[in-house]
């Protein structure tokens, strides 16, 4: 028995076991959120930029949400810290909106102010404020309401970034499983266990989530509720390994290259975003308009699939991730720097070639009635058959 109750209480055994708890209720609870979804009617609506043809429950957010927290719960962290209760707390509010923009739709600017309302609240409560660049572009030391501005900017473009990246079937979700696992295992390694356990149980959501996500007769996507979820989380994670490794001169555990690190491990939604605010706003547009140019849209317009598009775009950052370790020992913070500044010139080239070899792509414009007029006919058919009833009744 005591071999059993030391097993429980081993931490390696207990972040494992997360994860693999989290992956079993995530596919366990979906089958039933896409039948209430399909029931109930919420659905996601298809339009010209959608990269899916059919009405699809947008809920699999509900799933993430649950696993993830179900499984971190279950195992005492004391010394998890107020940060993560602050963390949870932000994920409950962030949780609710999702809800609220999947099934009713609300405006950016709503969605923008709760955003940044949530992470202030974990950057001032909880002091998790970036406050040096570790000598890159020559700062070290930020002034306090500067670091609080600066570290909810980087929160509210990862929240967006993972919003953005949810276009096409699998994408958002592997990026969420490879950074999870890559901030789960750093955060191990500095012993900050009840972190890694958050991260491997995301993980572990994604992973069951993605099991439907690339599903042909049971599809469902993570909506709102789950890319603000992921992206929230994915934020949390990078910018406490920013702040940890802080103080890495009076630490030899520590490291100088946790900005480069954690800004590689999520280079890709970065990369996305980034251009796509540039794109829009050379074009007079709104940064939040959507359209079809992001590359992952550019690449399954190519006739690649969802799946093998998601392979080589996660792949590639993968990749980038093994070359930053091979050279880590030879090249300097400013040196990786530069080398991501060439390579999203790169990236941005790449997206322009690709985009120029689509030529007569074929995407007609759905006309299905919107949600709200579809209830709104169920309704008024209800009121009808009712009043037929009576009259017959009356009869």
């Given at each position: 028995?005591?071999?059993?109750?030391?097993?429980?209480?081993?931490?390696?055994?207990?972040?494992?076991?997360?994860?693999?708890?989290?992956?079993?209720?995530?596919?366990?609870?979906?089958?039933?959120?896409?039948?209430?979804?399909?029931?109930?009617?919420?659905?996601?609506?298809?339009?010209?930029?959608?990269?899916?043809?059919?009405?699809?429950?947008?809920?699999?957010?509900?799933?993430?949400?649950?696993?993830?927290?179900?499984?971190?719960?279950?195992?005492?962290?004391?010394?998890?810290?107020?940060?993560?209760?602050?963390?949870?707390?932000?994920?409950?509010?962030?949780?609710?909106?999702?809800?609220?923009?999947?099934?009713?739709?609300?405006?950016?600017?709503?969605?923008?102010?709760?955003?940044?309302?949530?992470?202030?609240?974990?950057?001032?409560?909880?002091?998790?404020?970036?406050?040096?660049?570790?000598?890159?572009?020559?700062?070290?030391?930020?002034?306090?309401?500067?670091?609080?501005?600066?570290?909810?900017?980087?929160?509210?473009?990862?929240?967006?970034?993972?919003?953005?990246?949810?276009?096409?079937?699998?994408?958002?979700?592997?990026?969420?499983?490879?950074?999870?696992?890559?901030?789960?295992?750093?955060?191990?390694?500095?012993?900050?266990?009840?972190?890694?356990?958050?991260?491997?149980?995301?993980?572990?959501?994604?992973i069951g989530f993605l099991r439907y996500n690339w599903s042909v007769k049971n599809k469902i996507f993570m909506g709102d509720t789950g890319s603000l979820i992921v992206g929230f989380l994915l934020s949390f994670f990078a910018v406490k390994y920013i702040v940890i490794n802080s103080d890495y001169l009076y630490n030899p555990n520590l490291g100088n290259d946790a900005p480069i690190l954690a800004m590689l491990i999520l280079i890709l939604p970065l990369f996305d975003t980034l251009r796509m605010f540039i794109i829009r706003l050379l074009a007079k547009k709104s940064p939040f308009e959507g359209d079809r140019n992001h590359l992952h849209h550019i690449v399954i317009d190519q006739g690649i699939s969802h799946m093998a598009a998601t392979f080589w775009l996660v792949g590639g950052n993968c990749f980038l991730l093994i070359i930053y370790f091979y050279f880590k020992p030879t090249l300097t913070n400013i040196q990786f720097l530069e080398s991501i500044s060439m390579l999203f010139s790169f990236y941005c080239l790449l997206a322009y070639l690709l985009s120029k070899r689509i030529e007569n792509i074929d995407r007609v414009k759905f006309t299905k009635i919107d949600k709200i007029k579809r209830l709104q006919i169920v309704d008024e058919k209800k009121i009808k058959e009712s009043i037929v009833s009576k009259d017959l009744a009356k009869d």
């Open positions: 028995m005591k071999e059993y109750i030391s097993l429980f209480q081993n931490k390696e055994f207990q972040i494992l076991s997360s994860l693999i708890i989290s992956l079993i209720i995530s596919v366990a609870s979906i089958p039933v959120i896409i039948n209430i979804s399909k029931l109930k009617d919420l659905m996601a609506e298809i339009e010209l930029r959608s990269s899916h043809e059919t009405l699809t429950p947008t809920l699999g957010g509900v799933a993430i949400f649950a696993a993830t927290l179900i499984s971190y719960f279950i195992w005492d962290n004391p010394y998890e810290g107020h940060e993560i209760h602050l963390a949870v707390a932000d994920l409950i509010i962030l949780f609710f909106l999702g809800i609220k923009d999947d099934i009713l739709i609300l405006s950016p600017k709503k969605k923008l102010l709760i955003q940044i309302a949530a992470s202030i609240l974990l950057i001032t409560l909880g002091d998790l404020r970036i406050t040096s660049l570790y000598g890159l572009l020559g700062i070290t030391n930020i002034p306090y309401f500067i670091s609080v501005i600066f570290t909810t900017f980087i929160f509210i473009s990862l929240i967006n970034a993972i919003n953005l990246l949810d276009g096409i079937d699998g994408l958002a979700g592997t990026v969420g499983v490879m950074a999870s696992i890559c901030f789960g295992y750093l955060f191990f390694s500095l012993d900050l266990f009840a972190h890694a356990t958050l991260a491997f149980s995301l993980a572990g959501s994604l």
